[in-house]
């Protein structure tokens, strides 16, 4: 877990809370803290910016639902639940859950998990990311494009090889041509 945020483990009772720190140290992750309210939860999860929030359903003045409420865009969650709460927590929310007693194999395969899938969530994210950018980039040269052609007379063939042309004469990206294609011509 070298290249991760660390786990912030919070639960109603602090000797428990720091046995499965305890626990998931030996598995390799960084226990960034352990607490039992939801309020210190909050301030912990903003200053040290966990990956993932071990929780139960109930802290000392909050409930899972009120923690994730302020905390679910900013990291990942991991409930310890007794079963009734199980498919409660799982319908109002997209946190895993395992059920008590704990399992020492179950509690590090569901982190092992939920760390593979925010590895998967994030490239994703990068993917989606590259694409709205290549997207923006081609309305601007398409814009360049039609400019040309309105104002030179200029096949699109024609439009985008002076903008290429440009481009590799100048050691410029075709998305900057084409973007000072369009304040020249704006002007």
């Avoid at 903003?46 to 899972?64: C, F, Q, R, S, W």
């Avoid at 939920?114 to 923006?136: G, H, W, Y």
Wanted: a neutral charge; glycine letters at 4%.
């Amino acid at each position: 877990m070298n290249d991760q945020r660390g786990v912030i483990v919070a639960l109603q009772n602090l000797d428990t809370a720091e046995k499965i720190g305890s626990l998931i140290i030996e598995a390799g992750y960084r226990v960034l803290a352990t607490c039992n309210s939801g309020h210190d939860l909050i301030r912990k999860c903003i200053a040290l910016d966990p990956e993932i929030v071990i929780i139960g359903y109930k802290l000392n003045d909050m409930t899972i639902l009120d923690v994730y409420n302020t905390l679910a865009d900013n990291c990942s969650f991991l409930a310890i639940v007794n079963e009734t709460y199980r498919s409660f927590v799982q319908e109002q929310t997209d946190i895993f859950c395992i059920t008590n007693p704990i399992s020492k194999g179950i509690l590090i395969s569901s982190l092992n998990l939920i760390c593979q899938s925010n590895k998967k969530v994030s490239k994703l994210r990068e993917k989606v990311n590259k694409l709205e950018t290549t997207m923006e980039e081609r309305k601007i040269i398409e814009r360049a494009k039609g400019i040309l052609m309105e104002r030179e007379n200029l096949t699109e063939r024609e439009a985008f090889r002076i903008i290429q042309k440009n481009s590799m004469d100048t050691g410029s990206k075709m998305i900057d041509v084409a973007s000072n294609i369009i304040i020249q011509y704006s002007l």
